[in-house]
């Protein structure tokens, strides 16, 4: 497994990649991987002959009292699992940005709303990491879990709009055994905030099985019934695209899931 820091090097293997016919299948992280991560590298193995981890904690993304700083850094940890799940390269940039940046990239339609609503230009770092992380790796294949269901609204926006020659895949969520989507973030809570926690995907769960509802319906009843829970604070239940994004705080920790009502 080769471990790449320099983009210039991750780029000239990519093309070397493509010019013996290879085809490279692309899971972009920010590392603290879990057994989420790693059903994208399985779909990403599945779908391509090359797999490429990226792990970069991207510092746009973040707004000014979020938690860039304290969010989890384990890269020997990720090389583990990475090598596990037979990763041909890891590209891990110490940074993808030069210190006068004046190029940027964003969506204006689905980065609206939803956590754009509230993490004011996250999408824009989103969109301008992805950008420079899809010609640097090239991949043929891009895979994004649709637990970050708004995330991958505006990546496959981005991909058409700007005519990328990469197919993106939206792979499922993974849950522990107690139904909460395995997150980097889950690391933040503590035992007593784990069991208020998984009131959030119960709480989908059942909403879910609710028939002859309409969608707005079961977006107001997921509303209705995730406030009755104490120490839990919702940031917004919508729906959007035939699926219900849902974003809550448990202590200092956010929270989002996803549910798909079809
Ligand atoms: P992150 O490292 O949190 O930025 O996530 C990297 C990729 O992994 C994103 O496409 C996420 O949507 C995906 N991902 C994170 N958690 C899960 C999960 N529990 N199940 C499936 N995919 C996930």
Redesign the pocket.
Known sequence: MKIIQEAEKMQRQAIRWRMAGEKIAF???????????A??LRQARHMGNRVVLSIYVNPTQFGKNEDFKKYPRQLKQDLALAKKEKVDAVFAPTSLYFKDDSTFVEETFYSKGRCGAIREGHFRGVTTVVCKLFHIVQPHVA??????AQ??DVIEQMIRDLYFPIQMVR?????DSNGL?????NKYLTSEEYEIAIHLPRILKLASKRTGLSPRQITQLIQKELQKVNGLSVEYVEYVRGGISVAVRVGETRLIDYISIK
């Open positions: 899971v972009p992280t920010m590392g603290a991987l879990h057994e989420g991560h059903s994208l895979i994004f879990g649709q637990k970050d995330q991958c792979a499922p969520i993974i849950r989507a395995l997150s980097s973030r």
